[in-house]
């Protein structure tokens, strides 16, 4: 099945699309990967959609990845006597350690954590935003606050915290016992780390995948940013999560942190993925609005990996139709005359390794020569993140003749993947390539390809020559 786009499109399963013929239909309309979310899926649940994402892929011949995105640590304020209270901008508010119902003047907070974290001046965000306090004072069991804005709150609603360092990793009980049913699965790709505040939250999850799934870590929490380029060389992966991110930190500063990320992750050579409500509206209605056409558009233009579908595809009307529409904003991006300069534009120097030097080597080659493709043999993935990076406009195949390397490499902007075994010596190198490029439908016969592989075969990390070669009248090597 041959995409006529670049990026990715990472589209979440739920009640709307958890049977296999629903799955194969997304995949078939542009899904290239599945995410099942663990905040809302039990172990039987996530154990069923990944035997039907593996029988799609099975039937279609292409290898899909699968991530798994753990809920994290929920911060929620307890109950209410009435349910819910109504409050006065200017009074006083506490939240402590009262395991009692809450009225207007107090309520129970289960989380010693943020009653020790908090200090005066910091604020505090209840249910997505909609209630505004600032703690005025804080002795480690209670954090009276001023209401800034917003007059409602209710029961069990969510604290965000966007001045507070928490002394508390990203792993919750449930995280844990969610990763350990993930990992013992052996088919995910991918695990997703929510609320990452530092690069030390990634060790536990590090140590206990002992490098079984790539790790992308979810910024949604305003302290990652601080840390963000130590983050990211720790991380397998990002995904700029917008939605909390956006509660946490002004709306305005979101598209511009989310340019920064998308560059920051192509400068290291990382997978970035564009998150929450891409195609919002899609959940209920066939067609998007213009301004979510032009806010997918902008993560295409600015050469994210991948754009991802939450609710729209999880439990939206249309999710077909949403998985559909986003794969046509992506193809119609990438074929806009601006596309190339501005791809071109962001694009930073390859660091000093036979790798990346081998990659530009095959960039440039490729583009003045008018190749027909780049084929990259990888065994680890690692060549084919750096032939990404480079972000050439002709197509890249991705050979490997590990599948979890083809499944997890499904997220990497421009790559092709393709199982097939280790050659055997350089003519069937440059043979299967030829054969592969001609049969996927990337060149025809007479046309060239440019090959990257290592010597010795078979070496992971050895990238080490170029070969161009003809594709000859029967898909081999015309040379």
């Known amino acids: 099945m041959k995409r006529n786009r670049k990026v990715k499109i990472l589209a979440t399963l739920g009640p709307a699309s958890s049977d296999e013929q629903m799955i194969q239909k997304l995949h078939e309309a542009g899904a290239d990967l599945f995410r099942i979310n663990m905040s809302h899926a039990s172990h039987d649940v996530m154990r069923t959609l990944v035997q039907r994402i593996r029988a799609v892929e099975a039937r279609c011949g292409r290898p899909i990845g699968i991530l798994g995105d753990l809920q994290g640590p929920k911060l929620r304020v307890g109950k ?116 990452v505040q530092r690069p030390e939250d990634l060790a536990e999850v590090r140590k206990i995948a002992r490098g079984r799934v790539g790790l992308m870590s979810k910024i949604e929490k305003p302290q990652a940013l601080d840390r963000i380029d130590e983050i990211i060389e720790l991380s397998d992966a990002l995904m700029v999560a917008r939605g909390d991110l956006g509660v946490e930190m002004p709306l305005e500063s979101v598209p511009g942190l989310q340019k920064q990320l998308t560059r920051a992750c192509r400068r290291a050579g990382k997978p970035v993925v564009v998150a929450t409500q891409m195609l919002e509206s899609m959940i209920s209605a066939p067609v998007p609005t213009r301004a979510e056409v032009s806010d997918v558009a902008t993560a295409v233009f600015e050469g994210a990996d991948a754009v991802m579908l939450s609710a729209e595809s999880a439990s939206g009307e249309y999710p077909v139709e949403a998985v559909s529409t986003m794969a046509s904003i992506a193809s119609n991006v990438e074929r806009d005359p601006h596309y190339s300069s501005i791809i071109y534009a962001q694009r930073t120097p390859p660091e000093a390794t036979g790798a990346d030097a081998i990659s530009l080597a095959a960039h440039q080659i490729a583009e003045t020569l008018r190749l027909s493709a780049i084929v990259c043999y990888t065994s680890s993935g690692t060549t084919g993140l750096r032939a990404a990076r480079e972000r050439p406009q002709v197509p890249i195949i991705a050979l490997s003749p590990i599948v979890q390397t083809a499944r997890r490499l499904s997220v990497v902007w421009g790559l092709h993947c393709v199982v097939t075994e280790d050659a055997t010596d350089l003519d069937d190198m440059v043979n299967r390539a030829c054969r592969i490029v001609a049969s996927e439908g990337f060149g025809k016969p007479g046309e060239r390809i440019i090959i990257s592989a290592g010597v010795p075969l078979g070496t992971p990390g050895a990238t080490n020559m170029l070969r161009i070669a003809y594709i000859g009248s029967d898909g081999m090597s015309g040379v």
């Open 80 to 195: 209410f006597a009435e349910g819910k209270v109504d409050l006065k901008v200017g009074q006083t508010f506490t939240l402590d350690n009262n395991d009692v119902p809450g009225d207007n003047t107090r309520v129970y907070l289960p989380h010693p954590e943020i009653l020790e974290a908090v200090k005066p001046g910091h604020r505090l965000l209840i249910d997505d935003g909609k209630l505004h306090l600032k703690a005025e004072k804080t002795d480690g069991k209670s954090i009276v606050t001023t209401v800034v804005a917003g007059t409602k709150i209710s029961d069990r609603k969510g604290v965000s915290l966007p001045d507070t360092l928490l002394a508390v990793g990203v792993l919750t009980d449930k995280d844990r016992a969610d990763l350990d049913a993930v990992l013992a699965t052996g088919e995910f790709d991918w695990v997703a780390l929510s609320f």
